[in-house]
């Protein structure tokens, strides 16, 4: 096992490593920008590090400073979190030749499924069904021409995006150009890569991913499922596990295809695989494979009975997956919301500023995630999640009603939150009856005129 673990990340995912870290009897370091100084993963770490200014790109972005802190600390392992470097495959070949320990998938395996495009080329290699699409295309012409040949409506992205960067719809032949090139640019703009391709774009779809892991000692399994189609502008806004579209058959056979592409890569560590699934509920797709984890992993961890972080510890270790991780089976519902710095009824505008007073909920079968306090400052720098808000219950029904309640217990004051517009989400009969896609909640704010 390690000594050392550096956290290369802030917020909630920090803290959560730690406390990871902790029970597993290693020590921790935190790397903060001048903005988090204040931030409780930065107070509860076994030792701090500043590495830079609030902005991420001169902070948690940057390779050679954290690097250097995790050599001046005497860290043997970084663990990257979400976001930031999580997926960054330099940084990992960067972790291997300074001899630390990156928890996570090898650099080549980051390559191939981070790449949009080429993880679409494996999943069809080992007989994952995937939509109707293009190569990579540099020409908005030819583009246009392979869109018309797959047929409108298609999805325009990029092969490097992420977060629902460099993704744009297109219905219409005539707004075709101007999409692809908007897709591009803002690829080029976050990720450096402005190269997409093309979906066939599959109308009111579900999103399903499943969670994976694996060990250097043969054991490839999956975690089940979870519904992520509660989403705005491709940013989950509420997590279900296990989802309330998908039968049992066809749980079995996105298991399996699951477990079937880590193998041929030999994945290690844990990690997403993302999938559309048809309104009728019927039909599967690829989409594409996170080589992290994930925000929402907590309502895996309540419904499967196990603790993720550790075991990318573990795993990266060299250790084997826990017995009660392979012998996981589920239980129950877990619902999450992500608390998020924002003004639902002002456009999401974000929503920095310092909280007067944070009362977080409890009772049974409810889990706060959260690294701000009464006090905190909200820095402007960064995602605008400040917690997220896990509930679990023997139903669906249970699970509902209780995420009812600790919402409307969570008291947060001097700054705006998504939590009452989460409260109408909840009490919808779309929700309650978990008929809801992708695409629910445009049209519901379209319909409130938001």
């Given at each position: ?188 703009s976050c990720f450096g890569n402005g190269d997409c391709y ?253």
């Amino acid at each position: 096992m390690f000594k050392r673990v550096l956290v290369a990340n802030r917020g909630e995912i920090a803290l959560r490593i730690i406390r990871a870290c902790r029970e597993l009897g290693v020590e921790s370091v935190a790397v903060y920008s001048e903005a988090d100084v204040d931030s409780m993963h930065v107070q509860l770490a076994d030792e701090a590090v500043c590495i830079g200014p609030g902005p991420s790109k001169d902070s948690y972005l940057k390779p050679d400073r954290i690097i250097a802190a995790a050599e001046i600390t005497g860290a043997d392992a970084i663990h990257p979190g979400y976001g930031f470097l999580s997926e960054n495959a330099r940084f990992a070949d960067i972790c291997e030749s300074s001899g630390i320990v990156f928890i996570g998938p090898s650099a080549d395996v980051i390559r191939m499924m981070g790449d949009k495009a080429t993880a679409r080329a494996t999943a069809i290699a080992n007989g994952v069904p995937i939509t109707p699409g293009s190569e990579i295309i540099h020409d908005p012409d030819k583009a246009l021409a392979k869109a018309k040949e797959i047929g409108l409506p298609v999805m325009i992205k990029a092969t490097a995006g992420g977060g629902g960067r460099g993704m744009r719809p297109c219905f219409k032949e005539e707004e075709f150009k101007s999409l692809f090139q908007a897709a591009s640019n803002e690829a080029m703009s976050c990720f450096g890569n402005g190269d997409c391709y093309l979906e066939k774009l599959v109308l009111n779809p579900h999103h399903i991913e499943f969670q994976v892991i694996a060990d250097s000692h043969g054991n490839f399994i999956h975690l089940g499922e979870r519904d992520c189609s509660m989403q705005r502008r491709n940013q989950k806004i509420i997590e279900e596990c296990p989802s309330p579209l998908i039968s049992s058959e066809m749980r079995e056979r996105m298991g399996k295809a699951s477990v079937s592409l880590i193998k041929a890569i030999n994945y290690q560590n844990a990690g997403t695989i993302e999938y559309l699934v048809d309104e009728a509920g019927e039909n599967f797709y690829f989409m594409e494979m996170n080589t992290r984890i994930q925000v929402e992993h907590p309502v895996t961890e309540e419904v499967m009975g196990c603790e993720l972080i550790k075991e990318q510890i573990r795993v990266a270790a060299g250790e084997s997956l826990s017995r009660h991780v392979l012998q996981a089976s589920p239980r129950g519902h877990s619902i999450e919301c992500r608390i998020n710095a924002e003004d639902p009824y002002n456009k999401f505008m974000p929503s920095p500023g310092t909280i007067s007073l944070w009362y977080a909920p409890g009772g049974k079968g409810v889990r706060v995630d959260t690294h701000v306090y009464s006090g905190y400052s909200v820095p402007p720098y960064y995602d605008s999640m400040i917690a997220k808000l896990i509930v679990t219950g023997a139903t669906r029904e249970i699970a509902i009603a209780r995420m009812k309640r600790a919402l409307g217990e969570f008291m947060i004051k001097g700054i705006k939150t998504t939590i009452p517009f989460q409260q109408e989400i909840l009490n919808h009969p779309d929700f309650e009856n978990g008929t809801y896609d992708i695409g629910w909640v445009g049209r519901f704010l379209e319909e409130k005129g938001l």
